[in-house]
Structure formats: structure tokens, C-alpha cells
T-cell receptor, first 110, second 116 residues
Framework: EDQVTQSPEALRLQEGESSSLNCSYT??????LFWYRQDPGKGPEFLFT???AGEEKEKERLKATLTKKESFLHITAPKPEDSATYLC???????????FGAGTRLTVKP | DGGITQSPKYLFRKEGQNVTLSCEQN?????MYWYRQDPGQGLRLIYY???????QKGDIAEGYSVSREKKESFPLTVTSAQKNPTAFYLC???????????????FGPGTRLTVL
């Protein structure tokens, strides 16, 4: 069965302090890995899709990378408005559904 | 503006009542989904639909029902058989579920259901 584990559960950073969020996955044939941002009480907002190991995508202060076992979401010089829960999800060739991790709750202090 | 709308934003249910959550999209997406989100857990799939008049059970379909009479609409009914319905419910859509590719899902703003 496809599994997704995100770490850490919560991360507190000072403004400007770069860090990374981890998404470890176990799937039989990765079809795609997805990153979403979710603000409290709102629906997830799509950020990136990664399809193969070695692939990288960037958007403003965020950069997502993918290996055969995990994905990282790197946050460079974060600002308070980057505070949110970041969700990772995978889909596999055995399962059309998306499997979500529990998320990492990021807080950036000014 | 294209997007997904859900209503109501907050919903309160008494024991033994059925309630229906609305989900509408104007993105011309074929596939629609319902998820449940509980604190500290990942999103869990309740039902999905790939085409009008067809839908499939997800991981936690017991106590829920859906219909897909129009491409734009995918309402979810939480029945009295659902023993622990208090949660945040999210509707999503994607272009299609096509073999060989997978399209990202886009989410609505959610409905928070509370059982009184």
C-alpha cells in the first residue's frame, strides 16, 4: 500500500532562516508527487508536481526536489506569510488515488 | 473566475440527521473528489467521480453518499450512519484521471461540519 510520511510535524523558523521539509514515500511505481500549501480553515493550494527522480521545480522562495524515496521542499529566506501547513501527496501506477501525508505545520516568526 | 465553490462554509448537524454538502466547479473538469480532513491526519478519500452519472467509493465511503447528475456538481450527503462525522470536508477536481498521466487536483475552500 502506498505510504507518505512527512517530517517534521511542526517547524518554527525565524524570518530569513532557510530550512527544508521532508516527504518520504513508498509506492509501487511513482506516477507523480504533489506539494500543496494549506492555510488554516482553507482548502489546499496546489504548488508543484514532480514526476521523476532528479526533477526540481521552483516558485518564489520555494524549491521542490525529488529522489526515488523522498522529496524535499526547500524554503529560502522565509517570510511570515509563508506560515502554513505544507502537504505532500503521491499517486502510483497501482492506484489512481492520491495518498496524502499528514503535513508539516510551518511557522515563520518576524 | 474559474474555480471550485463549496457551501455552506460551516454546517451543524444534530444526531440522526442527514446533511448535504454542496460542491460546484466551473473549470470544465471531468473528475471530482470528496475528502475528509481530521486534525493531525492526511486527507482521506471518501468518493470520486470520473464522469457524469458514475462514481466510485474511496477509502472511507461508509456513511456517505454522492451523486453526479451534472459535470459541474458533485454533492456529498453525510447520513446518520456516519458515526463520527465532525470534520473538515474538501471537494476537489481535476481535468481527468487518464491512464499514463495524472493531473493535479484543485481544491475548494472546504466545509466544516460539526455534530451537536
Amino acid at each position: 500500500e502506498d505510504q507518505v510520511t512527512q517530517s517534521p510535524e511542526a517547524l518554527r523558523l525565524q524570518e530569513g532562516e532557510s530550512s527544508s521539509l521532508n516527504c518520504s514515500y513508498t509506492v509501487s511505481g511513482l506516477r507523480g508527487l504533489f506539494w500543496y500549501r494549506q492555510d488554516p480553515g482553507k482548502g489546499p493550494e496546489f504548488l508543484f508536481t514532480l514526476y521523476s527522480a532528479g526533477e526540481e521545480k521552483e516558485k518564489e522562495r520555494l524549491k521542490a526536489t525529488l529522489t526515488k524515496k523522498e522529496s524535499f521542499l526547500h524554503i529560502t529566506a522565509p517570510k511570515p506569510e509563508d506560515s502554513a501547513t505544507y502537504l505532500c501527496a503521491v499517486s502510483s501506477y497501482n492506484n489512481n488515488d492520491m495518498r496524502f501525508g499528514a503535513g508539516t505545520r510551518l511557522t515563520v516568526k518576524p | 473566475d474559474g474555480g471550485i465553490t463549496q457551501s455552506p462554509k460551516y454546517l451543524f448537524r444534530k444526531e440522526g440527521q442527514n446533511v448535504t454538502l454542496s460542491c460546484e466547479q466551473n473549470l470544465n473538469h471531468d473528475a471530482m473528489y470528496w475528502y475528509r480532513q481530521d486534525p493531525g491526519q492526511g486527507l482521506r478519500l471518501i468518493y470520486y467521480s470520473q464522469i457524469v452519472n458514475d462514481f466510485q467509493k474511496g477509502d472511507i465511503a461508509e456513511g456517505y453518499s454522492v451523486s453526479r447528475e451534472k459535470k459541474e456538481s458533485f454533492p456529498l450527503t453525510v447520513t446518520s450512519a456516519q458515526k463520527n462525522p465532525t470534520a473538515f470536508y474538501l471537494c476537489a477536481s481535476s481535468i481527468a484521471r487518464v491512464a499514463g498521466s495524472y493531473n493535479e487536483q484543485f481544491f475548494g475552500p472546504g466545509t466544516r461540519l460539526t455534530v451537536l
